[in-house]
């Protein structure tokens, strides 16, 4: 009892350290892809670096809850790939240690990543993404330029179509100007004007734009006459489609809503539509992926022991393949599920009876000393990129 106490204290002290690398390493991937969008305004449109930083901050907690399970699997997979290199496994065995025994070092670990991905599931994502959208919207309500894109037919505006072929990021000043105002149904304004610039009022929902040395084209269809007006400047409301109110008031989606809200929303929908879909589907993915810790650490335990002269960039490869099958499963079900073609709670936990059972297969043939051919795949694999490479 002693003994197997020290040997789970031991694991346990070992799966710390690369947890929290593979929680960092993982976070900055998935990053990468809001980081493109990211890097777009701080270079178009100047946002400082606090908005920047706030904006990473609120993203984060909806990335762990994929980024929790997968460095699970990845700690458990290298840890016992390094004790299996360096026969501490081995050694483990002739001392007359069950890998069962090992098992419970893993379910501690798997625990506590089940835990962490709970609390980011249920509370932090849906507080990171209501405030991710509320400071979004009080970006663009302070910038309206950043709603409009170069060489680029804009809509945002009430029977307002706006072409700008360039903005220059450092006045906001609007290069090649083109407004279509259908404002009037009997005629159609046509104002050209080589710059322009934008002025904002947020609380209302009403945009400013003030043209320099333009001309205006007026076209009354109802007369069939046109009439052309050149002009030194000339300011032009552009209201919203969409006021502050009703901004505000805009139904949230399932990922900003708190899973109480999500749970009553639910219970009470009358119709199974679209939007109910995405909804359970949400509900029953904040319940899965932290219970993927524990079917992907059951997996893991089994590849790591296995892989003795496996390499540790070959168990990444492994563990990240497995991931991805666990990960392609679960989107698979999301699509099926949104589309009604079978109950979203089979495509949300399907995954992790599979890799569940998957592992627990692995297991028992570990435990029982038949070889899951894990050595083999990897010396076949480098063979064949050696002579790839020559």
């Known amino acids: 009892m002693k003994i197997a106490s020290i040997?789970?204290?031991?694991?346990?002290?070992?799966?710390?350290?690369?947890?929290a690398v593979n929680v960092?390493?993982?976070?900055?991937i998935f990053l990468?892809?809001?980081?493109?969008?990211?890097?777009?305004?701080?270079?178009n449109y100047n946002i400082n670096l606090v908005t920047v930083l706030r904006m990473i901050f609120y993203q984060i907690p909806f990335l762990l809850i994929f980024v929790l399970p997968i460095s699970v699997m990845i700690t458990i997979l290298l840890t016992f790939l390094r004790l299996s290199n360096e026969n501490e496994i081995l050694a483990l065995k002739t001392g007359g240690i069950s890998i069962y025994v090992l098992l419970t070092p893993v379910f501690a670990f798997c625990l506590m990543g089940f835990l962490l991905t709970v609390f980011m599931s249920i509370y932090g994502q849906p507080m990171g993404r209501s405030a991710l959208r509320d400071l979004t919207r009080e970006i663009i309500s302070a910038n309206m330029t950043i709603g409009l894109k170069e060489r680029t037919f804009n809509e945002s505006f009430r029977d307002v179509v706006i072409y700008v072929n360039k903005i220059d990021s450092?006045?906001?000043m609007l290069i090649d100007v083109f407004i279509e105002d259908k404002r009037q149904p009997d005629r159609i304004i046509t104002v050209v004007a080589p710059r322009g610039k934008l002025f904002n009022d947020s609380q209302n929902a009403v945009s400013r734009l003030r043209l320099f040395n333009g001309s205006i084209h007026q076209t009354n269809l109802k007369d069939k006459t046109a009439h052309s007006i050149h002009f030194d400047r000339y300011d032009i409301s552009l209201p919203m489609k969409k006021s502050r109110s009703q901004i505000d008031t805009k139904p949230k989606r399932p990922k900003e809503m708190s899973t109480g809200n999500l749970t009553r929303f639910v219970n009470r929908s009358s119709a199974e539509d679209d939007r109910y879909y995405r909804a359970l589907l949400e509900l029953h993915r904040r319940f899965a992926l932290p219970f993927g810790c524990f079917a992907l650490g059951l997996l893991a335990l089994p590849l790591g022991v296995q892989s003795k002269s496996a390499k540790r960039s070959f168990g990444l490869f492994l563990g990240l393949f497995f991931?991805?099958?666990?990960y392609l499963l679960m989107s698979v079900?999301?699509?099926y599920g949104e589309a009604g073609a079978?109950?979203?709670?089979?495509?949300?936990?399907l995954p992790n009876f599979v890799m569940g059972g998957l592992g627990l297969y692995f297991l028992i043939?570990?435990?029982?000393?038949r070889s899951l051919k894990v050595d083999l795949i990897y010396n076949r694999l480098r063979q064949f990129l050696l002579k790839w490479f020559r």
């Open 365 to 369: 043939h570990t435990a029982n000393e």
């Open 323 to 326: 991931y991805l099958l666990y």
């Open 170 to 172: 450092k006045d906001k």
């Open 32 to 43: 990468m892809a809001e980081l493109i969008e990211i890097t777009n305004w701080i270079v």
């Open 342 to 349: 079978y109950p979203p709670v089979i495509g949300m936990w």
């Open 333 to 335: 079900g999301k699509i």
């Open 7 to 19: 040997i789970n204290r031991y694991i346990l002290k070992e799966f710390l350290g690369p947890f």
């Open 24 to 28: 960092l390493f993982f976070t900055f």
